[in-house]
């Protein structure tokens, strides 16, 4: 069973739609992320979720808004597409501990291309 | 958080040992050093990490200088398949900011046949 899931791995949409990303992971972990790697190669941090709650945003624009059903599962939407939201984008899910470490398990990415 | 500093890109013969060098010289005391990489077109995987003592796992050993300001990633035994960018991440906190992985450029190792 593979540990964090994104559905879909191949995204090709036309600027303006709307579209969504899905996330499942089935590790038990409480905490989820979104990140996001651009033509770049930069890999950035977009959102954490601890327990469906929102807990890291960075700075994001509003177009994207993560949903949390449930601690398993992050889902992305993003709003009227932009050139610019091409992209993969990371999901990942970690188990953290108040003063220890906190190790981070990807998904295997989502490769957005906006025409 | 702490800036950690890798070369670009290095190589290594497929058998030998990869000795990937990490500069994290403004650590503080409640931070770890981790080490994730990415293979081509495959999300980052975690390697290893540590806080002061040296640490070994089947993937990797991580050594980390006596002041803590700076490590490196062994992989005793490179292969083909261990081509990829590898990251040295320095991070610490409380648990709600612990996540938040800082990704720099890596070092991009090529370990050749």
């Known amino acids: 069973d593979t540990a964090v899931s994104q559905t879909p791995k191949y995204l090709v949409t036309q600027m303006g739609n709307d579209k969504s990303i899905k996330c499942e992971q089935n590790?038990?972990?409480?905490?989820m992320y979104w990140y996001k790697q651009d033509s770049k190669k930069f890999l950035k941090i977009m959102f954490s979720?601890?327990?469906?709650?929102?807990?890291i945003n960075e700075t994001v624009p509003n177009r994207f808004s993560p949903k949390s059903p449930d601690k398993a599962h992050l889902n992305l939407h993003i709003n009227s597409l932009e050139l610019g939201d091409s992209a993969v984008y990371f999901c990942?899910?970690?188990?953290?501990?108040?003063?220890?470490?906190?190790?981070?398990?990807f998904g295997a990415g989502s490769r957005l291309t906006v025409l | 958080d702490a800036k950690t500093t890798q070369p670009p890109s290095m190589d290594c013969a497929e058998g030998r040992a990869a000795n990937l060098p990490c500069n994290h010289s403004?650590?503080?005391?409640?931070?770890?050093v981790y080490w994730y990489r990415q293979i081509h077109s495959q999300g980052p995987q975690y390697i290893i990490h540590?806080?002061?003592n040296n640490e070994t796992n089947e993937m990797a050993s991580l050594i980390i200088t006596e002041d803590r300001k700076s490590s490196t990633l062994i992989l005793p035994h490179a292969t083909l398949r261990d081509t990829a960018v590898y990251y040295c991440?320095?991070?610490?906190?409380?648990?709600?900011?612990?996540?938040?992985?800082?990704f720099g450029q890596g070092t991009t190792l090529q370990v050749k046949p």
């Open positions: 990942a899910s970690s188990q953290g501990s108040p003063a220890g470490a906190n190790v981070l398990t």
């Open positions: 590790l038990g972990h409480d905490t």
């Open positions: 979720y601890n327990n469906k709650e929102l807990i």
């Open positions: 403004t650590i503080s005391g409640n931070e770890y």
């Open positions: 540590g806080l002061k």
């Open positions: 991440i320095v991070r610490g906190g409380s648990s709600s900011n612990t996540g938040k992985l800082i």
